[in-house]
C-alpha cells in the first residue's frame, strides 16, 4: 500500500475530502459573515446563532409541516431572512454610524438570547434530521467511500459560495450595493433606496447562514448550541481571508477545512488549534488578511 510519511494514502485522501466538505460550510458562513461586514461594517456575531435557526427551521418544518428538506431548503433561509429583516430595521439601523464595538456587542447580546430560548426549549443534546432519500447511499472512489450527502454539500456549496461573489463584484446590482455602502447619498440621488438596499443586503447574508444550517443539519444534528461551537472558527475564516473580502471568505473557508482535514492525520492533536496558529502568522504577515485591502 502507497504511504505518504507513513501515512496511508488511502487514509491521506479521505482525511482531504472530509476536511473538503468541512470547509464547505467554513465558506458559506464566512462568505455571509463576509458580505455583512464588508458592505455594511457590522460585526455579525448572531451568525452562529442565525445558522442555528436555519436548521432548527428545517426541523420544525419537517415535524410539524410535513415540509421534507427540498422545501426546507428554500423556505428556512427565508423564514430566518425575514427575521433578519426585522432585526436590521429595529436594532442594527440604530448604530451604524457607531463604532465596530457596539454592533459586535448587540449581535453578542441577540446570539445569546436566541441560543438561551432554544436550549431551555430544546436542550443540548441534539435532534435528528433525516437525509432526504434522493441523496442516502455512498460512492465507492477506490480510496473511500463517499457519501452521496455529502457530495452534495461540496457541490452545492461550491456553486452557491461563487454565484454570490459572481453577483456581487461582476454584476451591476453589486456594483450598485457597493456603491450604496461607500457613498449612500450619491447613489440615493440616482433614485435607488438605500435603506431598502442595506436591509436586503444584511437579510441576503443571514440567509446563507440559514441555508448552510439546513444543509448541515442532517451531518451535525439540530442543537441549540451548532451555532456557537463554530462562529469562532468561522470568525477566523474571514479574519485570515480578509475582513469584508467575498473571494477570501470562500478560498479560506475551503483551504482551511483542507490544512484542519489533514492535520488530522499527521499531527492529530492540533488540528482543534490549527486555525488558530495560521491566523496568527497571516496577521503577523499581513495585517489585512490575505485578500484584504488596506484602508
Given at each position: 500500500?502507497?504511504?505518504?510519511?507513513?501515512?496511508?494514502?488511502?487514509?491521506?485522501?479521505?482525511?482531504?475530502?472530509?476536511?473538503?466538505?468541512?470547509?464547505?460550510?467554513?465558506?458559506?458562513?464566512?462568505?455571509?459573515?463576509?458580505?455583512?461586514?464588508?458592505?455594511?461594517?457590522?460585526?455579525?456575531?448572531?451568525?452562529?446563532?442565525?445558522?442555528?435557526?436555519?436548521?432548527?427551521?428545517?426541523?420544525?418544518?419537517?415535524?410539524?409541516?410535513?415540509?421534507?428538506?427540498?422545501?426546507?431548503?428554500?423556505?428556512?433561509?427565508?423564514?430566518?431572512?425575514?427575521?433578519?429583516?426585522?432585526?436590521?430595521?429595529?436594532?442594527?439601523?440604530?448604530?451604524?454610524?457607531?463604532?465596530?464595538?457596539?454592533?459586535?456587542?448587540?449581535?453578542?447580546?441577540?446570539?445569546?438570547?436566541?441560543?438561551?430560548?432554544?436550549?431551555?426549549?430544546?436542550?443540548?443534546?441534539?435532534?435528528?434530521?433525516?437525509?432526504?432519500?434522493?441523496?442516502?447511499?455512498?460512492?465507492?472512489?477506490?480510496?473511500?467511500?463517499?457519501?452521496?450527502?455529502?457530495?452534495?454539500?461540496?457541490?452545492?456549496?461550491?456553486?452557491?459560495?461563487?454565484?454570490?461573489?459572481?453577483?456581487?463584484?461582476?454584476?451591476?446590482?453589486?456594483?450598485?450595493?457597493?456603491?450604496?455602502?461607500?457613498?449612500?447619498?450619491?447613489?440615493?440621488?440616482?433614485?435607488?433606496?438605500?435603506?431598502?438596499?442595506?436591509?436586503l443586503t444584511y437579510a441576503f447574508g443571514v440567509a446563507l447562514a440559514a441555508l448552510a444550517g439546513v444543509m448541515a443539519a442532517p451531518i451535525y444534528q439540530v442543537s441549540p448550541v451548532m451555532g456557537s461551537n463554530i462562529i469562532i472558527v468561522?470568525?477566523?475564516?474571514?479574519?485570515?481571508?480578509?475582513?469584508?473580502?467575498?473571494?477570501?471568505?470562500?478560498?479560506?473557508?475551503?483551504?482551511?477545512?483542507?490544512?484542519?482535514?489533514?492535520?488530522?492525520?499527521?499531527?492529530?492533536?492540533?488540528?482543534?488549534?490549527?486555525?488558530?496558529?495560521?491566523?496568527?502568522?497571516?496577521?503577523?504577515?499581513?495585517?489585512?488578511?490575505?485578500?484584504?485591502?488596506?484602508?
Open positions: 500500500m502507497t504511504t505518504i510519511l507513513g501515512i496511508p494514502m488511502q487514509a491521506l485522501l479521505g482525511q482531504i475530502l472530509i476536511g473538503l466538505i468541512n470547509g464547505a460550510f467554513y465558506a458559506l458562513l464566512s462568505l455571509g459573515l463576509a458580505i455583512i461586514f464588508g458592505l455594511l461594517n457590522i460585526i455579525n456575531f448572531a451568525h452562529g446563532a442565525l445558522y442555528m435557526l436555519g436548521a432548527f427551521a428545517a426541523w420544525l418544518l419537517l415535524n410539524y409541516l410535513g415540509v421534507n428538506y427540498w422545501g426546507a431548503l428554500i423556505l428556512s433561509p427565508f423564514i430566518v431572512g425575514v427575521l433578519a429583516v426585522a432585526m436590521e430595521r429595529y436594532m442594527l439601523r440604530r448604530i451604524y454610524k457607531l463604532d465596530h464595538i457596539y454592533g459586535l456587542l448587540l449581535t453578542f447580546g441577540t446570539a445569546l438570547l436566541i441560543e438561551g430560548v432554544f436550549r431551555n426549549q430544546f436542550g443540548v443534546s441534539g435532534l435528528a434530521y433525516p437525509i432526504p432519500a434522493q441523496l442516502q447511499g455512498v460512492q465507492n472512489l477506490g480510496f473511500i467511500f463517499l457519501p452521496n450527502y455529502r457530495a452534495w454539500v461540496l457541490v452545492a456549496s461550491l456553486f452557491i459560495c461563487f454565484a454570490t461573489w459572481f453577483l456581487i463584484e461582476k454584476t451591476r446590482l453589486g456594483s450598485y450595493l457597493r456603491a450604496a455602502t461607500e457613498n449612500p447619498k450619491l447613489v440615493q440621488a440616482f433614485g435607488i433606496n438605500v435603506p431598502l438596499m442595506i436591509t468561522v470568525f477566523a475564516v474571514v479574519v485570515i481571508g480578509g475582513m469584508g473580502s467575498i473571494l477570501g471568505a470562500i478560498v479560506s473557508g475551503f483551504g482551511l477545512g483542507l490544512i484542519e482535514g489533514l492535520t488530522k492525520v499527521f499531527y492529530p492533536e492540533a488540528s482543534s488549534t490549527v486555525i488558530f496558529v495560521v491566523m496568527a502568522i497571516v496577521l503577523l504577515v499581513k495585517p489585512t488578511g490575505l485578500f484584504g485591502r488596506a484602508e
